[in-house]
Nanobody, 124 residues
Framework: EVQVVESGGGSVQAGGSLRLSCTVS????????LGWYRQPPGDMCELVSTISDDGEIIYTDSVKGRFTISHSQDNGKNTVDLQMNSLTPEDTAVYYC????????????????WGQGTQVTVSS
């Protein structure tokens, strides 16, 4: 059974930083990408960043240069972190960690394995 558990998030002022962490167990990293997605209030779900076993890293344009994704593995348990710097109010969203994640119809959690989400709120 694949389990995805997020931690981190919270509230911060614009310009601040937060770090999200995600533990994925029961999942083989070489099978598919791990990553972070977000759903802003009243807006569509979007991919934030993914990382694959072959070293490919993807960032959505709005977070390039500000967010950094990283992956580590220990005893078959994957940890994928998202360091978020220079946060802006536009980064306010529920952030989800996913293994082999799929987005459909503007909604997160439409395929793959997802965590419950963690709220990130950035005030101006």
């Amino acid at each position: 059974e694949v389990q995805v558990v997020e931690s981190g998030g919270g509230s911060v002022q614009a310009g601040g930083s937060l770090r999200l962490s995600c533990t994925v167990s029961g999942f083989k990293f070489h099978d598919a990408a791990l990553g972070w997605y977000r759903q802003p209030p009243g807006d569509m779900c979007e991919l934030v960043s993914t990382i694959s076993d072959d070293g490919e890293i993807i960032y959505t344009d709005s977070v390039k240069g500000r967010f950094t994704i990283s992956h580590s593995q220990d005893n078959g348990k994957n940890t994928v972190d998202l360091q978020m710097n220079s946060l802006t109010p536009e980064d306010t969203a529920v952030y989800y960690c996913a293994a082999d994640g799929n987005v459909a119809g503007g909604l997160c959690r439409q395929g793959g394995y997802w965590g419950q989400g963690t709220q990130v709120t950035v005030s101006s």
